[in-house]
């Protein structure tokens, strides 16, 4: 079975209500990134950023995933796929994606203050217990707060993330602006001669050199056409 690797961003996520981060109406223009997604702006302010992340996860469990995420999820059928993720939410297991690497954590987690990647300290909330709040503790006894990467803070998971993209036979990048690094690197790590497909509605800039065939279109009209080109070459 060939290999294909996804590289998704925040635009796979807009057919299911989400926001983008840049951009005319992105969630940057409405909070301070240094704020709410930077670990000083954590140590700062806990109980705003905690508030922030509580709110984003009510908004996840009330939406589903779409037809996008669903179509990546359908090419499992046909290829050996790993999914490499910016976002946070789940969106693309609830679709049906099995193999799912999370570049800047789990929206659905929370994880302790002073050892944020200790797995003994990584909880999953339920529908039944999304709220967190100052005072609650992880396991080490330290603040419980988000399991997300943020801005000043390692990315743990690129090594397996680049280690995917090495042995990517066909390579998809969808929504996502390519603007915040490693993530954004990825592509650098995709062998030569490995096509290399960009999903987008509006241009994105790809490293220089990279050759990409883009299909300037939205996650799931995307998503259609590129599945349609997928099987025709199998
Ligand atoms: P961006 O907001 O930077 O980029 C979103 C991309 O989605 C843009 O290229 C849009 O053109 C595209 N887009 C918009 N609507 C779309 C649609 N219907 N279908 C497909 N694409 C669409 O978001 P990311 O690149 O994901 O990190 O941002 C990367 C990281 O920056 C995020 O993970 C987040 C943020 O700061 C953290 O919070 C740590």
């Not at 995709?190 to 290399?196: A, H, R, W």
Request: glycine share 8%; proline share 5%.
């Amino acid at each position: 079975m060939k290999k294909i690797v996804f590289l998704t961003g925040a635009g796979i996520s807009v057919e299911s209500g989400f926001s983008t981060f840049r951009g005319a109406n992105g969630l940057w223009e409405e909070y301070k990134v240094e704020d709410v997604a930077s670990i000083e702006g954590y140590w700062r302010n806990p109980s705003l950023v905690i508030n922030f992340y509580n709110k984003l996860r009510k908004q996840l469990v009330e939406s589903s995933p779409n037809e996008g995420h669903r179509l990546v999820a359908s090419l499992e059928e046909h290829f050996d796929t790993t999914v490499v993720t910016q976002n946070v939410d789940d969106l693309h297991e609830r679709a049906g994606s099995s193999n799912v690497i999370h570049l800047h954590g789990e929206l659905m987690k929370v994880t302790s203050s002073s050892n944020p990647n200790d797995p003994r300290c990584i909880q999953t909330l339920t529908p039944e217990r999304l709220d967190i709040h100052i005072g609650d503790k992880a396991k080490d006894g330290s603040q419980l707060r988000p399991f997300i990467v943020w801005f000043g803070e390692a990315v743990p998971m690129m090594e397996e993330a680049a280690k995917a993209a090495m042995q990517a036979d066909i390579f998809v990048v969808i929504g996502t602006s390519l603007n915040v690094y490693p993530a954004a690197g990825l592509i650098s790590y995709v062998p030569q001669g490995t096509k290399i497909y960009l999903i987008d509605p509006n241009p994105v800039r790809v490293p220089y050199g990279i050759d990409v065939h883009t299909i300037q279109k939205g996650a799931s009209e995307g998503m259609k056409e590129l599945k349609e080109i997928l099987l025709a070459q199998k």
